[in-house]
């Protein structure tokens, strides 16, 4: 199935533009062509039923704003990435409230808008796939960027998510390997922690803070240095 783009703007022109960039983006990295559909107004889109993996959304718009149509459309799909396109500065602490992806200022830069389209891939194809889990009462279907840290639990393993912790049959040596994801880091022989949610580290302990909770784990001195360019990295990344 192609990825699906949503394009919400009341400028025709800006927005027309906006969408031959994005397929000259898919272009240039040799993959298919997404399922594009564009919108004059938040209420069109919002009307139309239409959930997408990524919307482009003016702020300043007739009716609906760009703001509240991204609230509405974060609700269909938690995972779907919004990109703020506008020539207003004046909204951005409004739009990350809602943890908007990315904030494009107008007239948009087609260099910056590549590098955000390959981030939002690279975060749709790792962060957003889900994997199942054999526990002793079934199975559990978790999304990996829902994953805050697992911990070895005896010869099993605990994972703790944003909303429910359960326990796999198999151990900690197995989830090392089995989760070849670059935000996941091995801070001990037995942990395993999302670097999305890393909020404090230092030379012993590691933070990791969710809505629900907070938590902190060891780290192995010898794991440190290599942990803290990792992490630097992942902040880098998403720059």
């Known amino acids: 199935m192609n990825l699906r783009i949503l394009f919400c703007d009341d400028d025709n022109?800006?927005?027309?533009?906006?969408?031959?960039?994005?397929?000259?983006?898919?272009?240039?990295?040799?993959?298919?062509?997404?399922?594009c559909e564009l919108f004059n107004s938040g209420e069109e889109l919002l009307a139309s039923g239409a959930v997408g993996d990524i919307a482009f959304l003016d702020v300043e718009m007739d009716g609906l704003?760009?703001?509240?149509?991204?609230?509405?459309?974060?609700?269909?799909n938690p995972r779907i990435k919004i990109i703020i396109v506008t020539s207003f500065s004046d909204y951005l602490d409004e739009a990350m409230k809602f943890h908007v992806f990315r904030y494009l200022s107008?007239?948009?830069?087609?260099n910056r808008l590549f590098?955000?389209?390959k981030e939002a891939l690279y975060q749709i194809n790792t962060y957003s796939k889900s994997m199942v889990v054999e526990t002793d009462c079934g199975?559990?279907?978790?999304?990996?960027?829902?994953?805050?840290?697992?911990?070895?639990?005896?010869?099993?393993?605990?994972?703790?998510?944003?909303?429910?912790?359960?326990?796999?049959?198999?151990?900690?040596?197995?989830?090392t390997k089995a989760i070849d994801i670059p935000c996941f880091y091995s801070t001990n022989r037995g942990c395993i922690v999302n670097m999305k949610y890393v909020s404090f580290f230092n030379e012993n302990t590691v933070?990791?803070?969710?809505?629900?909770?907070?938590?902190?784990?060891?780290i192995a001195r010898?794991?440190?240095?290599?942990?803290?360019?990792?992490?630097?990295?992942y902040v880098r990344s998403k720059e």
């Open 207 to 218: 933070t990791v803070t969710c809505e629900c909770f907070s938590a902190n784990v060891y």
């Open 106 to 110: 107008k007239p948009v830069d087609k």
């Open 139 to 175: 199975y559990e279907t978790v999304y990996a960027e829902d994953i805050v840290y697992i911990e070895s639990c005896g010869r099993k393993a605990m994972f703790h998510t944003v909303d429910k912790n359960f326990v796999s049959i198999k151990g900690i040596d197995y989830w």
């Open 65 to 76: 704003s760009g703001i509240h149509t991204g609230e509405r459309l974060k609700k269909l």
């Open 222 to 233: 010898r794991r440190f240095k290599s942990f803290r360019d990792a992490y630097l990295f």
């Open 115 to 117: 590098r955000n389209l």
């Open 13 to 35: 022109e800006i927005m027309t533009s906006l969408h031959k960039m994005v397929l000259e983006y898919f272009s240039s990295v040799n993959q298919p062509e997404p399922e």
